[in-house]
């Protein structure tokens, strides 16, 4: 089984400060862990992928995740808000074995920029 | 490259009315996938296509939803008859491979049942 937990359903912050949107997650076997972005009345894009390589992802637009395995987190950072990444984000579980190309979704963090 | 398309974009029907989602993947990936997320609620996975045969269909929530991908191609998502709870945002997502392989997410289309 797997499951993800987005531990804020809302962040706010200002621009030009740090951004930290928190994840968790739960799998029975390694993991894939993925970021998405999905901006008002637009797809899902993705940011970055974590897949058993380097623990720290780069990912675009300047995010990057760091996957820690005795914490099963894998929290997502930008070092300087930009009014532009106001969006909602999701982080994504897939795994191998019976949930081998099966996406779990965490709640969602809506990411407010203040100005 | 054409990304995934969705079509409609928006769908509005009555309850007791039929609607058909229509999924056109990346070409050349045999996998494609059905995602709903349902007011204030999580997305959710539907069902899993690998070509043209269903891979996994634990996600689909009831006998109204029936998912087609003929000739492994694009592939149809049909609400027959519609409920008021079926009303969300349906997503269709690609890959090439499946497990580590990144799913690319189509724009989703917007059902809304009234």
């Known amino acids: 089984a797997q499951s993800v937990t987005q531990l804020d359903s809302h962040v706010s912050v200002s621009e030009g400060t740090p951004v930290l949107l928190r994840c968790n997650y739960s799998s029975s076997y390694s993991p894939s862990l993925f970021w998405y972005v999905q901006h008002p009345n637009k797809g899902l894009q993705l940011l970055l992928k974590y897949t058993s390589a380097a623990t720290l992802v780069k990912g675009i637009n300047g995010f990057e995740a760091e996957f820690k395995k005795s914490e099963t987190s894998f929290h997502l950072t930008k070092p300087s808000a930009h009014m532009s990444d106001a969006a909602e984000y999701f982080c994504?579980?897939?795994?191998?074995?019976?949930?081998?190309?099966?996406?779990?979704f965490g709640d969602g963090t809506t990411l407010t920029v203040k100005p | 490259e054409a990304g995934v398309t969705q079509f409609p974009s928006h769908s509005v029907i009555e309850k007791g009315q039929t609607v058909t989602l229509r999924c056109d993947p990346i070409?050349?990936?045999?996998?494609l996938y059905w995602y709903r997320r349902v007011m204030g609620k999580e997305i959710k996975f539907l069902l899993h296509f690998v070509k043209e045969s269903k891979q996994d269909e634990s996600g689909m929530p009831n006998n109204r939803f029936l998912a087609e991908r003929t000739g492994g191609t694009y592939s149809t998502l049909k609400v027959q008859p519609a409920e008021l709870e079926d009303s969300g945002v349906y997503f269709c997502?690609?890959?090439?491979?499946?497990?580590?392989?990144?799913?690319?997410f189509g724009p989703g289309t917007r059902l809304t049942v009234l």
């Open positions: 997502a690609s890959s090439s491979g499946l497990g580590t392989d990144t799913q690319y």
């Open positions: 994504v579980v897939s795994g191998y074995n019976t949930n081998a190309g099966k996406s779990t």
């Open positions: 070409s050349g990936h045999d996998n």
